[in-house]
């Protein structure tokens, strides 16, 4: 037992003991304790799987790492033995936890226990990315031609690098008028995944700058006119405003501002009070159009970050797209510019009942040759207590971005390019589709309709779009979808719009209309314009030949967890890396066999989908025998009622027979 004992502490001891220094042997080797790594072949896999050694860079550079095997001592001892099985070990871990992905020209290696955050569904929009700041340089290099300036490589910030993929591909895609890439982090985890993935790529290391820092702090101190970036991107997990402040200052002028937020439950009006302490501003709750009120709520929380430092911003691209919100934005230095800020913002007043609104800006700004005059705007006179068409209460939200959100000529560029270039990124035919419904969306007005929002509201049959696009183009109006989603964005009127479905109402009433409903006001009023609903080949869109959108990929496709740095310890599973995320309530149920499962609505007599159904139509026996119980039982007592009404009969005969015999 003592001999056990001593032999137990003395493994224990030496478990937690640093590997030994690596030494070369006769055979050109090395050793690291009992582990032998040939000098063959370089491979970089497992030069990372090693790297997590503490061994010197002075010791590693003279050597390539090669093939990993567990060398037998000549003499077994304790201090071998042990050693060799703890360094197995920990290499096998290393093998198990790296996950390996490829995208498009970059591969980067990375932790599987959440050490650095990847998300594989955001490659549009690294692809996106690469397309602006190409389309970017262009136009940088013509104003520098129109200046008489020598252009000079941009210099690109990314904030928040995570794995360093985003950076990585930015080197090896943009192509050689980038200077170079400074990639942050606030992990150190995040910084090793970037240096050894830097490595793996072969990009070389003045092209990609690791650093760890705070991403506000290194934002903030690269504020001064000589030290500012050409892009700034700013990508975080969740709402990018704690970075806004630092980032509209770390862009140089007239530079590209990149800006995620993936919190659109907050800017689509989920939780108001967060969306006005995160933006200063409040959402519409549940409006069909919340998505586009999302982006321009973030367009104004990035000017008005930036008219704090005379600064003003100019969009290039507004997208909400799966999960996300993704905007590029040109920041200018103009003290005059910051002014007319008071002209961009709007607010809305939302009907609650038929979902008509008015939109009043927040200033008016009237330029008479040189004079400039700023005014405080009147209230609109349409605007009253309550809603013109339904009589409903108005509710208010806002302020938000008013003026455009993209820049027509801008995507027109990105359209021309992908032309010519359909192979450069993966997702090419997405971006086309998308980049085509920005281009013929309308550019000056605001806020989009689902093709069933009106007749929701007056309870009518949806006609098909095409039919609403229709007579709305052959009213005089312009009409157009949105690239958000299908619908309907036009500068028709309320009345106008009503009228279209008061006309439709005639031929296809709704029923049960309640006295004080919102479609009994409105269908109470004849149309006041002729409505033709002729077809109108525009109502199919300028290209209707190009796929705009686009199914997601697979179930559950949103955004990953969050990085934990290393410290967790729990794998992430291989949905999650694919981009998959369930929650609890999908986690934990399971979606029934069809092929054995009974239709609960035809059960209760209310399925409608009669043989379309993938359930089984058939109520369960223990149903039918209580049906057959409950039926006998009905019948037993119709049974007994009749021998009890009999018996009645019966009774109430006998006194009349017995009154008689007496009388006789």
């Given at each position: 037992?003592?001999?056990?004992?001593?032999?137990?502490?003395?493994?224990?001891?030496?478990?937690?003991?640093?590997?030994?220094?690596?030494?070369?042997?006769?055979?050109?080797?090395?050793?690291?304790?009992?582990?032998?790594?040939?000098?063959?072949?370089?491979?970089?896999?497992?030069?990372?799987?090693?790297?997590?050694?503490?061994?010197?860079?002075?010791?590693?550079?003279?050597?390539?790492?090669?093939?990993?095997?567990?060398?037998?001592?000549?003499?077994?001892?304790?201090?071998?033995?042990?050693?060799?099985?703890?360094?197995?070990?920990?290499?096998?871990?290393?093998?198990?936890?790296?996950?390996?992905?490829?995208?498009?020209?970059?591969?980067?290696?990375?932790?599987?226990?959440?050490?650095?955050?990847?998300?594989?569904?955001?490659?549009?929009?690294?692809?996106?990315?690469?397309l602006m700041i190409k389309l970017f340089i262009e136009e940088r290099k013509k104003e520098c031609l129109g200046r008489g300036k020598p252009f000079k490589k941009i210099r690109v910030l990314e904030a928040l690098a995570a794995t360093g993929l985003r950076s990585i591909r930015y080197a090896k895609e943009i192509g050689e008028d980038l200077d170079y890439i400074l990639a942050n982090d606030i992990l150190q985890s995040a910084v090793d995944s970037i240096v050894k993935n830097r490595a793996y790529n072969n990009v070389p290391e003045e092209r990609i700058k690791p650093n760890l820092g705070?991403?506000?702090?290194?934002?903030?101190?690269?504020?001064?006119?000589?030290?500012?970036?050409?892009?700034?991107?700013?990508?975080?997990?969740?709402?990018?405003?704690?970075?806004?402040?630092?980032?509209?200052?770390?862009?140089?002028?007239?530079?590209?501002?990149?800006?995620?937020?993936?919190?659109?439950?907050?800017?689509?009006?989920?939780?108001?009070?967060?969306?006005?302490?995160?933006?200063?501003?409040?959402?519409?709750?549940?409006?069909?159009?919340?998505?586009?009120?999302?982006?321009?709520?973030?367009?104004?929380?990035?000017?008005?970050?930036?008219?704090?430092?005379?600064?003003?911003?100019?969009?290039?691209?507004?997208?909400?797209?799966?999960?996300?919100?993704?905007?590029?934005?040109?920041?200018?230095?103009?003290?005059?510019?910051?002014?007319?800020?008071?002209?961009?913002?709007?607010?809305?007043?939302?009907?609650?009942?038929?979902?008509?609104?008015?939109?009043?800006?927040?200033?008016?700004?009237?330029?008479?040759?040189?004079?400039?005059?700023?005014?405080?705007?009147?209230?609109?006179?349409?605007?009253?207590?309550?809603?013109?068409?339904?009589t409903k209460q108005y509710q208010f939200a806002g302020p938000f971005w008013a003026k455009r959100i993209h820049n027509a000529d801008f995507c027109k560029q990105a359209l021309s390019f992908l032309e010519k270039n359909p192979t450069t990124f993966n997702t090419s035919r997405r971006m086309f589709g998308v980049l085509t419904s920005v281009v013929d969306e309308l550019p000056d007005q605001m806020f989009y309709f689902k093709s069933d929002h009106f007749t929701h509201t007056l309870h009518l049959s949806t006609p098909p779009t095409s039919l609403i696009k229709s007579a709305i183009l052959n009213g005089g109006f312009k009409v157009s979808s949105s690239h958000v989603l299908p619908s309907i964005k036009t500068d028709a009127p309320f009345q106008f719009l009503w009228d279209i479905f008061r006309t439709y109402a005639?031929?296809?009433?709704?029923?049960?209309?309640?006295?004080?409903?919102?479609?009994?006001?409105?269908?109470?009023?004849?149309?006041?314009?002729?409505?033709?609903?002729?077809?109108?080949?525009?109502?199919?869109?300028?290209?209707?030949?190009?796929?705009?959108?686009?199914?997601?990929?697979?179930?559950?496709?949103?955004?990953?967890s969050r990085a934990t740095g290393g410290k967790s310890t729990k794998k992430r599973s291989s949905d999650e890396i694919n981009g998959g995320t369930e929650n609890k309530k999908s986690r934990n149920k399971k979606k029934k066999d069809p092929t054995t499962t009974n239709c609960v609505y035809f059960i209760h007599n209310k399925c409608f989908k009669g043989d379309k159904c993938e359930y089984i139509h058939s109520k369960p026996d223990s149903i039918n025998d209580n049906n057959n119980n409950n039926n006998n039982n009905n019948n037993n007592n119709n049974n007994n009622n009749n021998n009890n009404n009999n018996n009645n009969n019966n009774n109430t005969s006998q006194p009349d027979s017995t009154v008689t015999t007496a009388d006789k």
């Open positions: 037992m003592i001999a056990n004992r001593l032999n137990r502490i003395a493994k224990n001891s030496l478990l937690f003991q640093r590997p030994q220094k690596i030494f070369q042997n006769n055979n050109n080797s090395l050793i690291i304790n009992s582990i032998q790594i040939n000098n063959n072949n370089n491979n970089k896999l497992k030069d990372y799987f090693l790297s997590s050694f503490s061994t010197s860079k002075r010791e590693m550079d003279d050597v390539k790492m090669n093939d990993v095997k567990v060398v037998e001592p000549k003499e077994s001892t304790l201090e071998t033995t042990t050693t060799t099985t703890t360094t197995t070990t920990t290499v096998e871990k290393e093998k198990s936890n790296i996950v390996t992905v490829i995208e498009n020209s970059a591969t980067i290696l990375y932790n599987n226990q959440n050490e650095v955050f990847y998300n594989p569904v955001q490659e549009f929009n690294r692809d996106m990315s690469i705070d991403a506000t702090m290194v934002m903030m101190e690269n504020r001064s006119h000589n030290k500012q970036y050409d892009v700034v991107d700013v990508d975080p997990y969740g709402a990018p405003t704690p970075f806004l402040d630092s980032a509209v200052q770390a862009v140089a002028d007239g530079g590209l501002l990149c800006v995620t937020a993936t919190d659109t439950s907050v800017l689509c009006g989920s939780y108001p009070e967060a969306c006005f302490h995160k933006y200063q501003s409040v959402p519409v709750h549940r409006a069909g159009y919340c998505h586009e009120m999302g982006l321009r709520i973030l367009l104004h929380s990035i000017e008005q970050h930036a008219n704090r430092y005379k600064r003003h911003i100019v969009p290039l691209l507004s997208l909400s797209v799966d999960f996300y919100v993704r905007v590029f934005v040109r920041v200018y230095s103009s003290p005059l510019e910051a002014k007319k800020a008071l002209s961009k913002m709007a607010n809305i007043f939302s009907c609650i009942g038929c979902g008509s609104f008015h939109i009043q800006p927040t200033g008016v700004v009237k330029e008479e040759g040189n004079n400039i005059k700023y005014k405080v705007p009147l209230l609109n006179k349409e605007v009253g207590s309550h809603c013109e068409h339904c005639k031929d296809n009433p709704p029923k049960n209309l309640g006295p004080d409903s919102p479609a009994k006001h409105i269908l109470s009023k004849e149309p006041t314009n002729k409505i033709d609903f002729t077809f109108n080949p525009l109502a199919k869109g300028e290209h209707p030949d190009v796929p705009k959108y686009f199914p997601n990929p697979k179930e559950n496709w949103g955004p990953g």
